[in-house]
């Protein structure tokens, strides 16, 4: 027979468990691997995007339209999308320390839009992010950037263009300038993009 200590012990113990296996409020849950971005380099990288073929950035901006897309170097698991390698037709890949002290990644440059049957090439285009949407839990909700604080993104079919940047200060991933285009919310290369 166990004692009355013992078996409390035992309770607690198999309380904690039950509360880490559904999602204790204290851990934080494992995250999604298509709702993850990164930027490694030009050629291995994941980018959100709308998850239904031919739909606008905006249209997809509800939870379950958007979806993880890696270049081919980048894809490392089944539930993401993959990105024609020919997706960017000029890219920069940059990476170093902002003014304020804190790390950076980025990818600024030219795509093909016509090349991703995600998107619609006359879409003026929107933002995906880490850090806004409602409450500020990103869009799409929950959305990281793998060893980063924050990331902010924009994709403009209509403009032949896309920019992507993972920061670890919140202040070099701007969320307030969306409607802007990718050269004022990310300073980088755009080449000529027509």
Same mark, same amino acid.
């Given at each position: 027979?166990? #004692?009355?200590?013992?078996?409390?012990?035992?309770?607690?113990?198999? %309380?904690?468990? #039950?509360?880490?296996?559904?999602?204790?409020?204290?851990?934080?849950?494992?995250? #999604? $691997?298509? =709702?993850?971005?990164?930027?490694?380099?030009?050629?291995?990288? !994941?980018?959100?995007? +709308?998850?239904?073929?031919?739909? =606008?950035?905006?249209?997809?901006?509800? *939870?379950?339209?958007?979806?993880?897309?890696?270049? +081919? @170097? /980048?894809?490392?698991?089944?539930?993401?999308?993959?990105?024609?390698? =020919?997706?960017? %037709?000029?890219?920069?890949?940059?990476? /170093?320390?902002?003014?304020?002290?804190?790390?950076?990644?980025?990818?600024? &440059?030219?795509?093909? *839009?016509?090349?991703?049957?995600?998107? @619609?090439? #006359?879409?003026?285009? &929107?933002?995906?992010?880490?850090?806004?949407?409602?409450?500020?839990? &990103?869009?799409?909700?929950?959305?990281?950037?793998?060893?980063?604080?924050?990331?902010?993104?924009?994709?403009? *079919?209509?403009?032949?263009? $896309?920019?992507?940047?993972? !920061?670890? @200060?919140?202040?070099?991933?701007?969320? =307030?300038?969306?409607?802007?285009?990718?050269?004022?919310?990310?300073?980088?290369?755009?080449?000529? !993009?027509?």
């Amino acid at each position: 027979m166990f #004692s009355k200590t013992t078996l409390s012990l035992a309770i607690s113990v198999l %309380s904690y468990i #039950s509360e880490v296996a559904l999602g204790s409020p204290t851990l934080e849950a494992r995250q #999604s $691997a298509d =709702n993850i971005v990164y930027v490694t380099n030009a050629a291995a990288f !994941c980018m959100i995007m +709308p998850r239904t073929p031919h739909t =606008n950035i905006g249209d997809s901006e509800h *939870p379950g339209g958007m979806q993880t897309y890696c270049s +081919p @170097n /980048g894809k490392y698991d089944s539930s993401q999308g993959q990105l024609p390698a =020919n997706f960017w %037709s000029n890219v920069e890949f940059t990476t /170093g320390t902002s003014s304020r002290g804190a790390r950076f990644a980025q990818l600024t &440059g030219c795509i093909r *839009p016509e090349t991703l049957d995600r998107l @619609n090439p #006359s879409d003026g285009g &929107g933002q995906y992010d880490s850090s806004g949407g409602a409450g500020g839990r &990103g869009n799409p909700q929950g959305s990281v950037c793998l060893g980063y604080n924050h990331y902010v993104k924009l994709v403009e *079919p209509g403009d032949r263009r $896309a920019c992507i940047k993972c !920061c670890d @200060n919140y202040d070099d991933c701007p969320l =307030n300038k969306d409607t802007q285009g990718c050269p004022n919310v990310i300073q980088g290369n755009y080449f000529d !993009c027509w």
